[in-house]
């Protein structure tokens, strides 16, 4: 799954953050890690960040699908945080309590379930592209 970025607005508030951010650029393509979607109908996306140092969660107001391609390692689970409920769309390996704050504390397993996991969806996002360019020459 890719997206563009096209406008920037804060994942936390909704604030029209006037196209600045460390994180993300307008313009730039993005390749989707996992996906949130929240009670409120509300849509986030993750994807690694300008610097490729960390993962950040963007609401996707301000994005558009380049592409729809759903990574095979994907699964769909319902979680609870702060007590609304999220349907997560995410790497099977990464679905266990702890992995994103082992991933923030770089912890080894962690890190090498994201990198793997990363190179995936990357890699499958390139051969579907590549097959859908075949498909439309």
């Known amino acids: 799954m890719k997206v ?16 600045e951010s460390p994180w993300l650029k307008v313009g730039k393509e993005y390749i989707v890690l996992m996906m949130s979607y929240s009670k409120n109908n509300s849509i ?25 391609y759903i990574p095979s390692s994907w699964i769909t689970k319902v979680k609870e945080f702060n007590g609304e409920k999220y349907i997560n769309m995410i790497p099977a390996s990464w679905n266990y309590e702890s992995f994103f704050d082992d991933f923030e504390d770089e912890e ?6 994201f990198k793997e996991e990363a190179e995936k969806i990357y890699r499958e996002e390139e051969e579907y592209c590549l097959a859908q360019a075949g498909k439309n020459a």
């Not at 969660?57 to 699908?65: A, C, I, S, T, Y």
């Open 4 to 19: 563009l970025c096209k406008k920037i607005f804060s994942s936390v508030t909704g604030e029209d953050l006037r196209n």
């Open 108 to 113: 080894p397993h962690a890190m090498k379930l």
């Open 44 to 68: 986030y996306i993750s994807f690694e960040t300008e610097n490729y140092s960390s993962t950040a969660r963007f609401h996707l107001k301000g994005f558009e699908f380049l592409s729809h």
